[in-house]
């Protein structure tokens, strides 16, 4: 079986709306998201072996984001925090739905998250470039809403 070009998804194709305790945003400043699971190991060494193997022991969840800088949500964030010492309860749901594919939509969402670090200001005369910020982020726990089929000719 060959693949069919048009079922190679587009990265350009979807949604992301993060939820700020409880009020839902869509993030079309958003330039892109990437989530991952790091699996955390231990080494496991074995009598009459000169390797040694691993066995998953945990997980991280961890991810990036990449916006355009003027979402003035995240400022708030960082000021209630620094004033409060209360950081809200943050979720993402990200959708992956290029409509030329059959492979169709995947939806993930990912729970308590919390970003590493959250830009107030930034000013450069010598820039020729629209604003934008990245940081990292973690993840408490993944959901998948939906999946992507099967292709199958």
């Known amino acids: 079986?060959?693949?069919?070009?048009f079922d190679a998804l587009s990265a350009k194709e979807g949604n992301v709306y993060f939820?700020?305790?409880?009020?839902q945003y869509e993030m079309a400043e958003l330039i892109s998201l990437n989530a991952f699971l790091e699996f955390e190991t231990a080494k496991v060494a074995t009598m009459g072996s000169r390797m040694v193997g691993e066995k998953i022991v945990g997980g991280a969840g961890t991810g990036k984001v990449k916006m355009y800088f003027h979402r003035p949500e995240f400022k708030d964030i960082a000021i209630d925090y620094i004033k409060t010492g209360k950081y809200p309860r943050i979720d993402i749901r990200a959708i992956n739905e290029d409509k030329t594919s059959r492979a169709g939509r995947q939806v993930m969402l990912y729970k308590n998250c919390i970003f590493k670090k959250m830009m107030l200001?930034?000013?450069?005369a010598e820039s020729n470039e629209v604003l934008t910020e990245e940081t990292d982020f973690t993840f408490q726990s993944v959901e998948k809403l939906s999946s992507f089929k099967v292709i199958e000719d």
């Open 1 to 5: 079986m060959t693949m069919n070009q």
């Open 19 to 23: 939820t700020i305790d409880g009020k």
């Open 121 to 124: 200001s930034n000013i450069d």
